[in-house]
């Protein structure tokens, strides 16, 4: 079982930075695939972007390529979503994942039904 807790939300203006952090317990960031969606009022949830295991790879939505960067501090069993150049349509609330078992392929990391663990989300929201 693997618990995953968001925190870094906030209210920012539009430009402005946003880092989230997902610390993990039950199982080492180092054993899954930890990805980040979006999901905003009335909208499906979105991928945003996802890291290997081995911490060496990283795959963005198109939307937030540039801007996002995650990153991973295995020390403190932690997954980061840093979000520079925020714009208003980056307002939504952020969630965390986990996957144990799946493969880095695209068609698998992008896919919410693929992750087993989710966190409880965190509210962004970016003004103009």
């Known amino acids: 079982q693997v618990q995953l807790v968001e925190s870094g939300g906030g209210s920012v203006p539009a430009g402005g930075s946003l880092r989230l952090s997902c610390a993990a317990s039950g199982r080492t960031v180092s054993s899954v695939i930890a990805g980040w969606f979006r999901q905003a009022p009335g909208k499906e949830r979105e991928f945003v972007g996802a890291i290997n295991r081995s911490g060496n790879l990283r795959y963005y939505a198109d939307s937030v390529k540039g801007r996002f960067t995650i990153s991973r501090d295995n020390s403190e069993n932690t997954v980061f979503l840093l979000m520079n150049s925020l714009k208003v349509e980056d307002t939504a609330a952020y969630y965390c994942?986990?996957?144990?078992?799946?493969?880095?392929?695209?068609?698998?990391?992008?896919?919410?039904?693929?992750?087993?663990?989710w966190g409880q989300g965190t509210q962004v929201t970016v003004s103009s």
């Open positions: 994942a986990a996957q144990e078992k799946g493969a880095w392929m695209v068609t698998n990391i992008k896919r919410p039904s693929r992750y087993d663990y």
